[in-house]
């Protein structure tokens, strides 16, 4: 198989078309922190004129499969359509994913056109936490790939080399899925808490041309 390309962490992309809408998607026990790299999109898509919808999931202590994929879902159709950005991190990765294969499944399109995929739990991980275990896709990582192959959308997930959610090799995942890998060392799980805070990767992933 041909690997994907690995973005370092100072490559910020820079040629990406302007959004029509995004939606930013919190992980497990995440409350929407004051200055997380999240809210920052949100203000700064704002301050663009663009359409963010940031919303607070759900029982995010004890969240419920079928809950978080309604709500989802509902925020997707929420923005206009046209270039529709997707950002997820931690648990709502495995949110994305689900909707990802059952979509796919029924010969539909991924109702967004570019996905970020930030820090996803490593399996092994998920199936140790019970709040985060029926998050996991029953479907293999192959048959994720060819789901995200078809839906139509560009993935890329970005990931770190000591993210005590994924202690395997979280770049070798990501190429198997077929999406674009973005590598930042040092990173950990990506929250507010390991310095994420202003984060200019996720700004230029969502804002494309439109990023300050």
């Known amino acids: 198989m041909t690997s994907t390309p690995v973005?370092?962490?100072?490559?910020?992309?820079?040629?990406?078309?302007?959004?029509?809408?995004?939606?930013?998607?919190?992980?497990?026990?995440?409350?929407?922190?004051?200055?997380?790299?999240?809210?920052?999109?949100?203000?700064?898509?704002?301050?663009?004129?663009?359409q963010a919808r940031y919303p607070q999931l759900p029982d995010t202590d004890e969240p419920v499969v079928s809950v978080w994929r309604e709500e989802v879902l509902r925020e997707l159709?929420?923005?206009?359509?046209?270039?529709?950005?997707?950002?997820a991190h931690s648990l709502a990765c495995w949110t994305v994913l689900r909707i990802v294969a059952e979509y796919a499944a029924a010969d539909l399109p991924f109702p967004a056109d570019r996905v970020l995929l930030v820090g996803p739990p490593a399996r092994e991980v998920m199936r140790t936490v019970e709040q985060l275990a029926p998050f996991e896709a029953a479907e293999s990582d192959a048959e994720l790939a060819a789901a995200i192959a078809a839906s139509g959308a560009a993935f890329t997930i970005a990931v770190s080399d000591n993210d005590p959610y994924f202690p395997g090799d979280a770049v070798a995942w990501g190429e198997s899925l077929g999406a674009e890998v973005a590598y930042f060392p040092n990173h950990r799980h990506f929250t507010i808490d390991d310095g994420y805070g202003p984060?200019?990767?996720?700004?230029?992933?969502?804002?494309?041309?439109?990023?300050?």
Do not use: C, K, M
């Open 7 to 50: 973005t370092a962490s100072a490559e910020l992309p820079t040629d990406l078309p302007a959004p029509t809408g995004i939606v930013l998607l919190h992980g497990w026990t995440n409350v929407r922190p004051i200055g997380h790299w999240q809210r920052l999109v949100a203000e700064a898509a704002a301050t663009a004129g663009v």
């Open 199 to 212: 984060w200019p990767y996720s700004l230029a992933f969502a804002l494309g041309v439109l990023a300050p």
């Open 77 to 87: 159709a929420g923005v206009p359509a046209g270039q529709r950005v997707l950002i």
